[in-house]
Antibody
Framework: QVQLQESGPGLLKPSETLSLTCTVS????????WAWLRQSPGKKLEWIGY???????DYSPSLRSRVTMSVDTAKNQLSLRLRSVTAADTAVYYC?????????????WGKGTTVIVSS | EIVLTQSPATLSLSPGERATLSCRAS??????LAWYQHKPGQAPRLLIY???IRATGVPPRFSGSGSGTDFTLTISSLEPEDFAVYFC??????????FGQGTKVDIK
């Protein structure tokens, strides 16, 4: 059974860079699309972007200028970097796997990791 | 950006009752709509995609219907484990794909 586990610092200061890792266990990152999403308090879930195991990416326009996603097939991990964070980036961050060729639907999710941006 | 609006915000029902959840899109998403279940402290779970296709392992009491802008998730007879938040998601056009705000199904 494939499981995803997000990890990273829970607290950041404004202007810092958020770095998160998603570790995939019970399966492989290869041959799948992977997504990062987030949900800020009181708001809807929001796509940050997605990455194919080969490394090709597409990001949401609202975050494109600050986001970088990568995949490490040897470590079976995904990474998310979000630069110049502000309080508006406070959220629960999720990684998730695309459903085969229907990669826009997400069939395996992590439980999420809370990130707070505060001075 | 397509906006998905779910109703009601909260649905209070008893086990065994039928639950009907709505998701309305601000413009047509054709049949490109999914439903997820999310319980506190757990990972979200894909239930339904492309309006009516159940994901692997999802019991048949869950069904989806609709097209265009109006969609429904029906739980035919609520089991104790079904009390959760349900949210919809479209994939009609990127960027971005968007989600509804969720409907909480709680125990009456």
């Amino acid at each position: 059974q494939v499981q995803l586990q997000e990890s990273g610092p829970g607290l950041l200061k404004p202007s810092e860079t958020l770095s998160l890792t998603c570790t995939v266990s019970g399966g492989t990152v290869s041959f799948y699309y992977w997504a990062w999403l987030r949900q800020s308090p009181g708001k809807k879930l929001e796509w940050i972007g997605y990455i194919y195991y080969s490394g090709s990416t597409d990001y949401s326009p609202s975050l494109r200028s600050r986001v970088t996603m990568s995949v490490d097939t040897a470590k079976n991990q995904l990474s998310l970097r979000l630069r110049s964070v502000t309080a508006a980036d406070t959220a629960v961050y999720y990684c998730a796997r695309g459903l085969d060729y229907n990669y826009y639907y997400l069939d395996v999710w992590g439980k999420g990791t809370t990130v707070i941006v505060s001075s | 950006e397509i906006v998905l609006t779910q109703s009601p915000a909260t649905l209070s029902l008893s086990p065994g009752e039928r639950a009907t959840l709505s998701c309305r899109a601000s413009q047509s998403v054709s049949t490109y709509l999914a439903w997820y279940q999310h319980k506190p402290g757990q990972a979200p779970r894909l239930l339904i995609y492309d309006v009516s296709i159940r994901a692997t392992g999802v019991p048949p009491r869950f069904s989806g219907s609709g097209s265009g802008t109006d969609f429904t998730l029906t739980i035919s007879s609520l089991e104790p484990e079904d009390f959760a938040v349900y949210f919809c998601q479209h994939r009609s056009n990127w960027p971005p794909w968007t989600f509804g705000q969720g409907t909480k199904v709680d125990i009456k």
